[in-house]
């Protein structure tokens, strides 16, 4: 009998714990939750597991590399449709499909090609830097820093960028998957968008 007593308090008691959070606990909670999902889950205050970490972290330099990236092939197709529509191709697998479809609307895929036409020059990221900021079971921030370096045709650097920024993973169909790259794009837009006389 007391041990049925025991079980019945401890089951009264987790109840109590799930259903009777206190208001500052739930803001506390809401503030934690980088995206904020439509269902609490019990598992949300777990960390990823380091191998999710260490995915999210290699997936973070082969998106930069991939994304920064103007070589002589890229440099020759720059501004055509298909030359635009490709580099978007490429950047596909890193992304949700519904950061891919604002990826595209946006135009950040064609912002590298910009600003290697703009300048002459191929482009390149060096040093890129990335660590974990913060993770979950359901979301990982990748913090990131990098120098776009700018060179000529024979290779010979003309200048570099730092760039540096923040990438929100989220899991997508059972993968790992870029939802939001936030860096200082402004630099880049400036170039790329600056008009020359």
Request: some cysteine.
């Amino acid at each position: 009998m007391r041990k049925l007593v025991c079980v019945m308090s401890a089951v009264l008691l987790s109840s109590a714990m799930i259903m009777g959070c206190t208001e500052s606990e739930t803001i506390d909670h809401a503030q934690e939750t980088t995206p904020p999902t439509n269902q609490p889950s019990m598992e949300t205050n777990q960390k990823a597991t380091a191998q999710d970490e260490q995915k999210a972290l290699d997936m973070s330099l082969e998106y930069k590399k991939t994304e920064l990236t103007v070589d002589y092939a890229d440099y020759e197709d720059t501004l055509t449709v298909e030359g635009l529509l490709a580099k978007g191709e490429t950047m596909k697998p890193f992304l949700t499909e519904k950061n891919y479809e604002s990826y595209m609307a946006n135009r950040y895929a064609t912002l590298p090609l910009l600003v290697a036409d703009k300048e002459k020059a191929l482009l390149h990221p060096e040093n890129i830097l990335v660590e974990i900021k913060e993770s979950k079971n359901d979301w990982i921030l990748v913090e990131y820093k990098l120098n776009l370096v700018f060179a000529d045709r024979e290779g010979k650097q003309l200048k570099n960028i730092p760039l540096s920024g923040d990438i929100t993973f989220l899991q997508d169909q059972g993968e790992w998957r870029i939802q939001d790259d936030t860096y200082n794009i402004k630099e880049l837009q400036n170039i790329a968008y600056e008009v020359k006389e």
